[in-house]
């Protein structure tokens, strides 16, 4: 009998976590949504990243900054015997302020350019930085077959309470340091 009521406090658990999590994306989506488009998801280093995106707010919302980002992860994985564990690590971030601090009304509806820069691996600015370093050791792990890095640009409303956001994966040749 123990082991049923271990087995019960352990699936209601489980359905609480759950439900926090619907509820989450519940209040997300009720709050406003963001769109975003990208003409193209493939870039060369030192490439423009272009796009846009369509801000649309359900309820007032006070946002603290709009912004987008270009994001790096290295993203590993490790096998100990049966068990694969994957383990993600921003490496790179650049990010564009669109909008600081502002109130946004119930349906407000702006659609929102923006440019981002992949990063010149081969620029001496670039190879001077600290994104730089992190790049140079992720790509001397990438021989090891599960090393990866994944690109993504996102689109944020950092907003007091619960955010608005959306990205959409992007692949960027790296190519080889200098």
């Known amino acids: 009998m123990?082991?049923?009521?271990?087995?019960?406090?352990?699936?209601?658990?489980?359905?609480?976590?759950?439900a926090a999590i619907i509820a989450y994306y519940v209040v997300?989506?009720?709050?406003?949504?963001?769109?975003?488009?990208?003409?193209?998801?493939?870039?060369?280093?030192?490439?423009?990243?272009?796009?846009?995106?369509?801000?649309?707010?359900?309820?007032?919302?006070?946002?603290?900054?709009?912004?987008?980002?270009?994001?790096?992860?290295?993203?590993?994985?490790?096998r100990d015997g049966e068990k694969t564990r994957t383990r993600s690590h921003e490496i790179y971030r650049d990010?564009?302020?669109l909008e600081d601090a502002k109130q946004y009304h119930a349906g407000h509806t702006a659609t929102h350019n923006f440019e981002l820069a992949a990063p010149n691996?081969?620029?001496?600015?670039?190879?001077?930085?600290?994104?730089?370093?992190?790049?140079?050791?992720?790509?001397?792990?990438?021989?090891?077959?599960?090393t990866r890095l994944k690109w993504k640009v996102e689109a944020r409303l950092d907003a007091k309470g619960v955010d608005l956001a959306t990205a959409k994966h992007v692949s960027i040749n790296i190519g080889h340091l200098a």
């Not at 123990?2 to 759950?18: M, R």
């Not at 493939?42 to 796009?51: L, Q, S, W, Y």
């Open 121 to 146: 691996m081969n620029s001496p600015e670039f190879l001077n930085s600290t994104a730089a370093q992190a790049l140079t050791t992720a790509l001397r792990l990438l021989s090891n077959r599960s």
């Open 95 to 97: 990010e564009v302020v």
């Open 28 to 78: 997300r989506f009720m709050r406003g949504t963001i769109r975003l488009s990208l003409p193209r998801t493939a870039f060369n280093p030192g490439d423009a990243i272009t796009g846009s995106f369509v801000l649309h707010t359900k309820k007032a919302i006070h946002g603290n900054r709009l912004l987008v980002s270009l994001i790096g992860t290295q993203v590993t994985k490790t």
């Open 2 to 18: 123990p082991n049923n009521t271990v087995l019960i406090v352990l699936a209601l658990a489980a359905c609480g976590v759950i």
